[in-house]
């Protein structure tokens, strides 16, 4: 069982910049995958970004493409996410997601942080 803790969430204006973190429980973190995901009020959840986990190009969603990154801290056990240039459209709430290697299917979430963005 892993459990995810993300923090960093917060109210800011379009433009500005936030930093997401993600606590991982596990000291193996090399051995799962790790994602990014939000949720949109009255939206189904949308896949931001993700890193498999032993490595390699990280995969991003389209609408944050150019705008994210995702990074890991194999030392720290901690997966972030910068987002620069926040639009309006991507409030919501953000979680952590993660799934050992080999599995298609996303196995541990976090409780999830808001974020908002006033124009």
Known sequence: QVQL?????????????????????THSLSYFAMGWFRQAPGQER???????GRGGPARYGDSVKG????S???VKNMVSLQM????FEDTGV??????RSGESSWEYW????QVTVSI
């Open 110 to 113: 976090g409780q999830g942080t």
């Open 84 to 87: 620069h240039d926040l639009e």
């Open 46 to 52: 949308e896949f931001l970004a993700a890193l498999r």
């Open 67 to 70: 705008r994210f990154t995702i």
């Open 94 to 99: 953000y979680y952590c997601a993660a799934r």
């Open 72 to 74: 890991r801290d194999y």
């Open 5 to 25: 803790v993300e923090f960093g969430g917060g109210a800011v204006q379009a433009g500005d910049s936030l930093k997401l973190s993600c606590a991982a429980s």
